[in-house]
């Protein structure tokens, strides 16, 4: 090779290999973490081996089948575990469901017998022909639920004034960066070898820029932290839990206690009559949500009631009547929640009404 394909062959590589090590310091971990660790992990396992494929047999095209056909097995789990991951890290998921591990089961059944009827050694014509396209199906499919599952995320980012939240943009980037991966497979189908080193290049470079960003956001705890259970497997039953949200849900709407602006945790579980660590379980673990954001969806719903049926008050004076301690507070709450500012939402409002 010449000093050209040696740099090629060094910068394709290099991604791969750092992409192993991290994928099993993340699958050996994940219990610390929870399952969007795990399966990031294995998202990152299953994209090491396609591309750690995709380098070796541009460079050694009488590379044994055997390796030719780990590679594509790999494909077939790339879009699952990035739907997966993307679904457990918006869901805060501490374990995987009983539901995903049955998908991966038949996804490992499915592509396992198909490698032992029809190995890609002694049916080639059958493995490019159909079986390659069959994974890549797969692929595609799964990549698009993981876009179902993020679209409250794609479509907040088509409005001008959206700002993205650490983990948001952790999320979008993971997404797309397997888009263009998926993308460069499927045109290299057409276009060959012109296109087909791309993927592992697209792979090294956005695996270091990836974790750039995480260590400029490392205070953020990206990518994985924001998932943990702060009690691990000691959620509420939910026989226990629904009755003591749903009175919650009616001491905060008939009480509207949230306009208290000095309500504290401890305030609202003598309440309920129960402990604040209690509640403090029943709000993280049983609604995923912290007791700051509880509140404040409380807070900003009501704050976007009085804006529309009562035109006669200030808007600061509709953040205080909330709860809101300051209107900076009120102003950069209502944005994230809504979307917009309560002038522009305001705004909006009396245009529809006119």
């Known amino acids: ?21 991290l994928a099993f310091f993340f699958i050996a971990s994940w219990k610390k973490r929870g399952a969007p660790q795990l ?8 994209l090491s081996i396609r591309i750690g494929k995709s380098v070796f047999y541009y460079f050694l095209r009488d590379l044994p089948k055997i390796y030719l ?43 396992v017998g198909i490698g032992v009827y029809y190995p890609y050694a002694g049916y080639p014509e059958i493995w ?5 396209q069959f994974i890549y199906g797969v692929w595609l499919t799964y990549l698009l639920l993981a876009t179902y599952t993020l679209w409250p995320t794609l479509k907040k980012g088509m409005k001008v004034t959206t700002s993205f ?14 888009m263009l991966i998926a ?16 993927g592992p290049l697209i792979f090294s470079f956005s695996f270091y820029g990836l974790g750039i960003y ?22 509420i039953q939910e026989e226990k839990a629904n009755p003591l949200v749903k009175q919650l849900q009616t001491i905060m709407e008939q009480e509207q206690l949230y306009r208290n602006s000095k309500l504290k945790l401890q305030d609202l579980a003598t309440r309920l009559s129960i402990s604040p660590h209690q509640l403090s379980q029943l709000l993280n673990d049983n609604l995923g949500k912290s007791f700051n954001t509880f509140i404040n969806e409380y807070r900003v719903k009501d704050a976007c009631r009085q804006i529309s049926e009562l035109e006669h008050l200030s808007l600061e004076g509709i953040g205080f009547e909330v709860g809101f301690s300051s209107k900076s507070t009120f102003y950069a709450t209502f944005k994230k929640m809504v979307g917009t500012t309560p002038a522009k939402y305001k705004a909006k409002q009396q245009e529809t009404a006119s």
């Open 165 to 178: 939240s650490p983990t948001e943009k952790w999320l979008l980037m993971v997404w797309g960066i397997n």
């Open 128 to 132: 490019n022909k159909y079986i390659a």
């Open 69 to 111: 056909q780990i590679g594509l097995s790999a494909c077939f789990f790339i879009g699952p575990f990035l739907w997966f991951y993307l679904h457990s890290s918006i869901k805060q998921q501490s374990l995987p469901t009983r539901s995903q591990k049955l998908h991966v089961s038949i996804l490992a059944l499915t592509i």
């Open 183 to 198: 993308f460069n497979y499927q045109a290299a189908l057409h276009f060959k070898a012109k296109v087909y080193i791309l």
């Open 39 to 46: 399966f990031f992990g294995f998202l990152l396992l299953m």
């Open 214 to 235: 995480l260590l400029v956001n490392r205070k953020h705890g990206l990518p994985l932290s924001h998932v943990t259970r702060k009690y691990g497997n000691k959620k």
């Open 1 to 21: 090779m010449d000093i050209s394909q040696q740099l090629l062959f060094f910068f394709s590589a290099l991604g791969v290999f750092n992409g192993f090590l």
